[in-house]
């Protein structure tokens, strides 16, 4: 008779500032989950931005999380140590055909698609805002586009989104069950994927061995995480973690996203806004207590 495993959790901040509220809650209803379901949480240093991501910030984010009372008893991942399973992520989509290189900087691409729309045309944008990447060569002329790809000119490796749609044939969709309480128990519904949405997403680029959406997907899998418990701010990103896990020959998880932490003005919090810190709040003599009440958690 075949058991059902224990879920597996993780929570996955990058050391690159000190975490705040919203890493709080997520670090939190992670380790619930675990805990209510009979399974366990683990933690994913994110730490691919070795410039930003430094030991002491990462010893400090880890007396944070003890403060809190995440689980740090069980093996740790750190993404630094893992750009080899990258590039066998990225090596088997170029082997499929689905990879080319993009040499447009962002000024480049803001540049052409303010013209496009002063022109009246609406350029396409992802679900987070930012327009489509229009392709090299609408936007250079062929001895510009030369010039870059035999030079030493800044580029991004790409997934052309069309060739990796046109590869997979078939409707798309995830998982998504309830974030918190007794939603936690509730069976999964099937959320229809539109990873054409978000256009030729980045894969690495030239100084950088990953981005967010290939490593997510690799270290995923590399844990056994059964549930992803995350904000829904990447609500919409799951599209496109369903393409790679489908052309990749990765596991399905479950996805489960919580609601947000927002400051006073309504807006989610963040390390690049200043948000207020989890140490700052603690060397201001906040308690655990204090910080349970803001984030709308029961002790």
């Known amino acids: 008779m075949s058991t059902q495993p224990s879920p597996i959790f993780r929570f996955a901040p990058s050391p690159n500032g000190h975490l705040h509220l919203g890493h709080a809650l997520s670090a939190l209803l ?10 366990k949480a683990l933690l994913r240093i994110e730490n691919i931005d070795l410039a930003r991501c430094t030991p ?20 740790v991942l750190r993404q630094s140590e893992r750009f080899e399973a990258y590039q066998t992520a990225l090596g088997k989509l170029e082997a499929l055909g689905l990879v080319y290189r ?47 790809l035999i030079g030493d000119a800044p580029y991004a490796l790409r997934l052309n989104m069309k060739a990796a ?14 974030p918190e309480g007794p939603s936690l128990t509730e069976t999964p519904t099937p959320i229809a994927a539109s990873p054409e949405d978000w256009g030729d997403i980045i ?14 997907v690799v270290d995923d899998a590399a844990q056994g995480i059964t549930d992803v418990l995350r904000g829904t701010d990447l609500y919409q990103a799951t599209s496109v973690h369903r393409l790679l896990q489908v052309l990749l020959d990765l596991p399905e998880p479950v996805y489960r996203h919580h609601r947000l932490v ?24 906040w308690t655990r207590a204090a910080v349970l009440e803001r984030i709308g958690l029961e002790r």
């Open 203 to 216: 894969l690495t680029r030239k100084d950088t061995p990953t981005s967010y959406h290939l490593s997510v």
């Open 56 to 75: 002491v910030l990462e010893q400090e984010m880890l007396e944070d999380l003890e403060w809190l009372g995440y689980p740090l008893d069980t093996p």
């Open 102 to 148: 993009a040499t447009l900087t962002r000024a480049e691409i803001k540049r052409f698609v303010e013209e496009q729309e002063v022109l009246g045309q609406r350029w396409p944008r992802d679900p987070d805002g930012a327009p489509l990447y229009p392709g090299d060569r609408i936007v250079l002329s062929e001895d510009e586009l030369n010039a870059r």
């Open 30 to 39: 992670n380790a619930r989950a675990a805990e209510l379901l009979g399974g």
């Open 262 to 285: 927002l400051d006073e003005d309504g807006q989610k919090l963040s390390k690049s806004s200043q948000s207020t810190s989890l140490r700052a709040l603690r060397h201001a003599g």
């Open 165 to 178: 749609l046109e590869q997979v044939n078939q409707p798309l969709s995830w998982q998504e069950a309830g």
